[in-house]
């Protein structure tokens, strides 16, 4: 048997754009924390953080992903319903409320992916990079 991978813990710079964000930090951050240095009470508050966060992150993007397959079907369904024939008002502020919720998933994405690219890498090229010049 193949031991698990452990995973390794990043923040996510989304994470700053949900409006529970502070308000779920300030209460790890406040809660008791039995340490004889403040240096330990700091590796304390810290790993809380760590463990809550790392277990959220896995749900988020699971129901993220879900959500964005649900309003791409959605959204597929009233452009369909468009090309046959007008849309009600309330048609059109539900496209443009499931525009506005995809436009908000792929910027999420979009600070996703940034954060683990190299732009080094990208600039510079790695080590195979001469390989390929030549």
């Keep these: 048997m193949v031991p698990l991978k452990k995973l390794s813990f990043k923040f996510e710079l989304a994470w700053l ?15 008791p924390c039995f340490a004889k240095t403040s ?8 790993k809380r953080f760590k463990q809550y966060f790392k277990g959220c992150d896995f749900n988020r ?13 959605e959204l597929l369904y009233l452009e369909q319903h468009e090309e046959e024939g007008l849309l009600t008002l309330d048609q059109m502020i539900r496209k443009a409320h499931l525009i506005h919720n995809i ?6 994405e979009e600070l996703y992916w940034f954060k683990r690219s190299h732009e080094k890498w990208l600039l510079e090229g790695d080590n ?3 390989f390929f010049i030549e």
């Design 103 to 108: 436009m908000k998933i792929n910027e999420e």
């Design 61 to 73: 993007q699971g129901m993220r992903r879900k959500n964005k397959n649900e309003i791409h079907e």
């Design 39 to 46: 240096l330990d009470m700091i590796q304390i508050k810290l």
């Design 128 to 130: 195979n990079t001469d």
């Design 17 to 31: 754009k949900e409006p529970d964000f502070v308000p779920i930090v300030k209460k790890i951050w406040e809660s």
